[in-house]
């Protein structure tokens, strides 16, 4: 028998039969609950999309009361201890895993393609030494449709997959460019000689060396970070993605909001905001200061707690770990020791637990970067990196998605309803001056 939802709409007593598809009901089903025939029918008010679902997807799964975070079903993390980025990459856009072939072939478009315009350096040359870099990335990202005018048949299918090699090859390249900027460096080229995450790091660190070889345990935590921030289902910056997305741009475009929605602290910022959090508290003998303050309301516990997570972030996990490791080459930092501390504290109080304020995947990458010799304006731009690639997957996935139109959500109006103009003189006799503040 197939599963609906009955509702009966008090106004009227009518009672509605509502047909439960894949755990959800349609909202457009609640329009024919109307008072009468010139009503519009009943909305679903739900700010920030606390409970609606705005697409079906074949992506990524998480279940956050159990703390599972699947791509493609393969959960996250076996892929950080199994496998290597641009697999998952490939694995994201293309929906599996790669034969030997076929990993390959995707390896080898993915490097032919690391190179950029040249004009894009005199693009990037023209910002001021103190720019932000994500400032920066989000300006070049959509800089490259001009230089791509072909990226605009989004249905040809070769032109699709020239566009994600392309954003997927060059990003790095374009976040190293953004880095060396704001130190007055010169530009480093991509060496397609070294690995995704060494490319990268050698883009940022290669100095008068003939060749840059990066530590093998720290390009091995940059990759598996990489991994981690992949996807995250339909998350602030994926849903920016999708809502450009239907408008039909081309994809640099499309790719350049989902930039813009990272850039803020509550998203892609957040690790940022994590480091400045525990510098403030400084030592481990504030720390209880600094957790009475967040009881009362007075200061903000960063990198704990998640939307969609009640239980331990699985990513905040590997990442853990991940951070040992880095430490032990690069040597410890004192303010790990602070995180350490606060974690445990977070982790038994009542207060916290009550609450399922569980670290999450913030808490412990900025510590890697930092260690990395990364500063802390480039910590979303290492975020945007890995992506890419679950921006451009959801992207393909929401074109080809027949069931999807242009984004435009519907709104409560709550403002003055319709009146005449009146003249400027008449306005002054209505309503009192209003007098400029100062």
């Known amino acids: 028998m197939p599963e609906s939802l009955s509702v009966t709409d008090n106004r009227t007593g009518r009672t509605y039969d509502l047909p439960i598809e894949n755990g959800a009901v ?19 008010y739900d700010p920030a999309f606390l409970n609606t679902a705005s697409c079906t997807s074949r992506i990524t799964f998480i279940d956050g009361d159990r703390g599972i975070l699947l791509y493609r079903g393969y959960p996250i993390e076996q892929l950080a201890e199994h496998s290597n980025f641009l697999e998952t990459a490939y694995l994201l856009i293309h929906g599996e895993l790669p034969n030997a072939a076929e990993y390959a072939a995707w390896e080898h478009e993915l490097t032919i393609h690391t190179l950029v315009h040249e004009n894009v350096k005199s693009f990037m040359d023209g910002f001021h030494h103190d720019a932000h870099p994500m400032g920066m990335l989000l300006s070049t990202v959509g800089a490259l449709s001009t230089f791509y005018p072909d990226a605009t048949k989004i249905y040809d299918e070769e032109q699709r ?31 397609n000689d070294l690995s995704y995450a060494g490319n990268f790091l050698s883009m940022m660190f290669k100095m008068v060396e003939p060749r840059y070889h990066a530590v093998p345990e720290i390009e091995h935590a940059l990759d598996v970070l990489f991994i981690l921030h992949a996807d995250h289902e339909q998350n602030c910056s ?13 994809p640099y475009s499309a790719t350049a909001a989902a930039i813009a929605a990272l850039y803020g602290p509550l998203h892609g ?51 853990k770990r991940m951070a040992d490791q880095v430490l032990a080459v690069t040597g410890t930092s004192p303010l790990l020791d602070v995180a350490r501390e606060l974690e445990t504290i977070a982790l038994e109080d009542e207060y916290f637990v009550s609450r399922k304020l569980y670290p999450n995947v913030d808490f412990y990458s900025g510590f890697i970067y930092q260690a990395l010799g990364i500063p802390v304006e480039m910590f979303p731009v290492l975020f945007a990196i890995p992506r890419t690639a679950g921006w451009l997957s959801q992207w393909e996935e929401s074109l ?3 069931e999807q139109k242009i984004a435009r959500p519907r709104q409560v109006y709550l403002g003055a309803p319709s009146r005449d103009f009146v003249s400027m003189s008449e306005r002054e006799v209505q309503r009192p001056k209003i007098v400029a503040a100062g």
Request: aromatic share 8%.
């Open 400 to 402: 080809l998605d027949k």
């Open 161 to 191: 997959r020239i566009s994600i090699y392309r954003l997927i090859a060059k990003m790095p390249t374009l976040a190293a460019f953004a880095f060396r900027h704001s130190r007055g460096l010169p530009y480093n080229y991509p060496d």
């Open 269 to 319: 910022g957040a690790n940022e905001a994590v480091i400045r959090m525990i510098e403030r508290i400084g030592s481990v003998d504030k720390i209880p200061e600094f957790v009475t303050g967040v009881k009362a309301g007075k200061e903000r516990l960063m990198g704990f707690g998640h939307r969609v997570y009640k239980n331990y972030d699985p990513r905040a996990k590997v990442i």
């Open 238 to 250: 994926t849903n920016a993605m999708r809502a450009v997305g239907s408008s039909h741009p081309d």
């Open 26 to 44: 349609h909202a457009t089903a609640f329009q024919q609950m109307k008072l009468d025939d010139e009503d519009d029918g009943l909305l679903l």
